[in-house]
T-cell receptor, first 114, second 110 residues
Framework: ETGVTQSPTHLIKTRGQQVTLRCSSQ?????VSWYQQALGQGPQFIFQ???????GRGNFPPRFSGLQFPNYSSELNVNALELDDSALYLC?????????????FGPGTRLTVL | GEDVEQSLFLSVREGDSSVINCTYT??????LYWYKQEPGAGLQLLTY?????DMKQDQRLTVLLNKKDKHLSLRIADTQTGDSAIYFC??????????FGKGTRLHILP
């Protein structure tokens, strides 16, 4: 059974560019949540996908968008990058559309915006 | 508003108990969680408690919830060097939102 994987590990972009981050959920999990963790802060919930539909969203602008595919893997897209988007982006999968079922986190993608 | 507060640092001697505290503001929280993050790693769910429970024990971990004061604590008995990490408190509000605190860095003294 493979765990949650994320790609790429690190990424450097410049302000105004667009970025796509990818997440493969754990086998058997149909729910993926995305989080932004700035340095020294706790994770902030961006959104959750459950069976290919957005199932909840935090306080992030529309330039943060996502997709979930039939195999339950997911993408996070960020348009018009800003310096403050520099952070560790975490995805987590769970076997149901709820968090109290154990969320398994991936190692994260470190995004640096210059 | 929705907020989760934690103290930033805690130092504990190896073998002693660690108590990490958290306060939250939203009384409609459904579940409260404790996560652990080790350097360079993602988060690991340690334990969670339903909002109508007062206490939950799981091996060395004890969670206490005071719903009236909106206060949550995590006690780690017999703290070991492997417990050194950042601990995050979080609350889920309904089924579509989860809010994390900024984390408490636990440092183990020899």
């Amino acid at each position: 059974e493979t765990g949650v994987t994320q790609s790429p590990t690190h990424l450097i972009k410049t302000r105004g560019q667009q970025v796509t981050l990818r997440c493969s959920s754990q086998s058997g999990h149909n729910t993926v949540s995305w989080y932004q963790q700035a340095l020294g802060q706790g994770p902030q919930f961006i959104f959750q996908y459950y069976r290919e539909e957005e199932n909840g969203r935090g306080n992030f602008p529309p330039r943060f968008s996502g997709l979930q595919f039939p195999n339950y893997s997911s993408e996070l897209n960020v348009n018009a990058l800003e310096l403050d988007d520099s952070a560790l982006y975490l995805c987590a999968s769970s076997p149901d559309g709820r968090w109290y079922n154990e969320q398994f986190f991936g190692p994260g993608t470190r995004l640096t915006v210059l | 508003g929705e907020d989760v507060e934690q103290s930033l640092f805690l130092s504990v001697r190896e073998g002693d108990s660690s108590v990490i505290n958290c306060t939250y503001t939203d009384s409609s929280s459904t579940y409260l969680y404790w996560y652990k993050q080790e350097p360079g790693a993602g988060l690991q769910l340690l334990t969670y408690i339903f909002s109508n429970m007062d206490m939950k024990q799981d091996q060395r971990l004890t969670v206490l919830l005071n719903k009236k004061d909106k206060h949550l604590s995590l006690r780690i008995a017999d703290t070991q060097t492997g417990d050194s990490a950042i601990y995050f408190c979080a609350e889920s509000i309904g089924d579509d939102k989860i809010i994390f605190g900024k984390g408490t860095r636990l440092h183990i003294l020899p």
